[in-house]
């Protein structure tokens, strides 16, 4: 039980109320308020529980617990866990059978119970709340088996149950209900770090619990997985934990694939960073720059779509894998250096408007505001620590700058000189024996549309759907709003 209480503890401050399991399991005299037969009737219940607590000996305890008239049972269950367990096994740990069983099936009826606002001692809102609070202790109950470290949970039992599997997965989904609304429920809030339960529902296969090796989680438990990561883990900007989870999530050929397309984006990025510094760079160290026959921008522009077709391709074997990526600050980047492309034909002209230095600020400042309107989101989506919320804003930022630069390069190289340059002259910017005296410099162009279609394609993200910037690029979700 060491497992369970350490498992289950809450981080509030209540009034004890452990006396109370002492006075149902009749080794501490029960105060007038209880009834002398209930005492019996409980420990009646205890002892017939199964094996695998089954919804027959739930039902028994909900029975019970509906006509208990003392709610500080209900009081110690919900809001002490960590004390109820412990408890419990103290009272009853030398019987020499599992506490798991009974205590699984006790809190599946505690929580049917006031889920069902059937506790007639109770104020409908007492139950709401507490009904919250028991669906997490529940599904935690029930994953100790399915725990590396909780395999001794069963360890006195012959087998489990052929529905184990089934239920535990049913008291997953009713604790992701209740942190899909958790903001309904303040005082549980209060009291647990939501990235921490979704850590234990993430780490934890249901899967045969007696087997040695749990194996690939299956779908049922990727559907809880990816939920997990959809609806909590990517608007609260958690990338390092999301890609963990959908690594877990995706098979080799997706892991593969996700690398290559890192890979072919780093490359696009040192390709630009050579082509535009080498001249520079070899007249600093004293030597004469020779002239490289080779469009590095073009090829630049082919590796970060290679980079996007990597990733489509991951994405078909396993959807998730190309949520880390964040493709909707792509797309949203795509949107705004094409509205840059149609706002004007003259911004990439040095003549009639500011100079490179005004330039260059601009695209300072639009990267700063993005970065500003970034922190905010995060801090709203709870990310309460400012050295989390820098540090997770700083990586979608950086991610969405790298998506920002290669939607831009692909846009001036191939299609902004095509369906926006009346003129011609931004044409042949890429070499510098074609390029247009009257055009900025190489660097400035790319910097100025990369900070303009990241700042849009941020700012943009408001008119779009109800969504985080973080969020998966999809409009459909077959799931009921909550």
Known sequence: MDVATKLVALRGSHSDERRIIGELLGEVPAPPTVPRSDPEQFQQTWSEVDRSATDPSATAFRGFLSSFPDRRLFHVLAYQPQIAVRE???????????????LAALYQAAMEAADNRAISALSLRAQATGAAYLARTWFLLLSVPFRPDGRCALSQHNGVGPDLQTRARQARDVWLDVLDRIEDYPLLLAEIDVETELGKITDTRIGDPLADDPGSPDEVDKLAWRRCVRGH???RFALCDTARVTRALSPPAARGLSRAA????????ALTAVTLFWPTAAR??????RTIHLDGYAWATVLAGL??????????RERAAAWPWLLRQAAAAAVGVLGLGALSNTWWLLSGGPGLRWRAGAAVAMALLSYGYLCAEAANHGVRRVR?????????FALGLVHAFA????????IIPV?????????????????????????????????????AGVFLQLLWQDLPITAPLSHVEWRSSR
Do not use: E, K
Request: glycine share 12%.
């Open 88 to 102: 419990f096994g103290r009272h009853q740990g030398s019987a020499g059978r599992s506490l798991w069983a009974p």
């Open 233 to 235: 883990l990517l608007p």
């Open 262 to 269: 890192a890979a072919s984006f780093l490359l696009a990025v």
């Open 284 to 289: 600093w160290i004293g030597r004469t720059p």
């Open 307 to 316: 980079g996007y077709l990597l990733i489509v391709g991951a994405a078909t």
């Open 388 to 396: 989390i919320m820098l540090r997770r804003t700083t990586g979608v």
């Open 407 to 414: 939607v831009s390069l692909i846009a001036l190289r191939w």
């Open 419 to 455: 369906i926006t340059d009346s003129g011609g002259r931004l044409a042949g910017w890429w070499q510098p024996a074609g390029r247009s005296p009257d055009v900025i410099a190489p660097w400035a162009l790319i910097l100025f549309a990369t900070a303009w279609s990241l700042a």
